[in-house]
């Protein structure tokens, strides 16, 4: 098996160590956030600054979890230094934004996914189907609560 790829987490931390991948990096302006789960996770690369974090080489891929506005910028960047990127909903506040990553993204020849994971959620699929089906009427309206 060749090495488990290198993660880095921007905004959500989290450690996930799998078979494939290894947490490797975290970032958040929150510098106390920060400390705390680097203690707990000693080993980890901590960074303040998205900027500083996609420079470092051993870095390979980067899952951004920031305010939407940032998306753009910061998929970017880390595909410009070789980084693959995953990338939470939406992918970029408007047309343009969405129009520069994929440009990016084909330069770089790296991968951007972006997370719809709701459009394929079997519970999110049976939902639809239910509506669809008409057997409850016509819907008027509805509200979600997702939680994990």
């Not at 490797?24 to 980890?44: Q, R, S, T, W």
């Not at 129009?99 to 079997?122: H, V, Y």
Request: charged share 25%; with cysteine.
């Amino acid at each position: 098996m060749s090495r488990k790829v290198n993660v880095g987490y921007i905004g959500w931390l989290f450690y996930d160590s799998t078979e494939y991948s290894e947490p490797y990096a975290i970032c958040d302006v929150n510098a106390e956030k920060l400390a705390a789960f680097g203690a707990k996770h000693p080993g980890l690369k901590v960074f303040t600054d998205y900027k500083k974090m996609a420079e470092d080489p051993r870095l390979d891929v980067v899952i951004i979890s920031t305010p939407n506005w940032l998306h753009c910028e910061m998929a970017e960047l880390f595909l410009s230094r070789g980084k693959h990127v995953f990338c939470e909903k939406p992918m970029g506040i408007n047309r343009a934004e969405m129009n520069r990553m994929l440009a990016a993204q084909r330069k770089s020849g790296k991968q951007l996914s972006i997370d719809f994971e709701m459009r394929s959620s079997g519970v999110c699929l049976r939902v639809k189907q239910i509506i669809d089906s008409g057997d409850i009427g016509t819907l008027k309206g509805a509200e979600f609560t997702h939680h994990r």
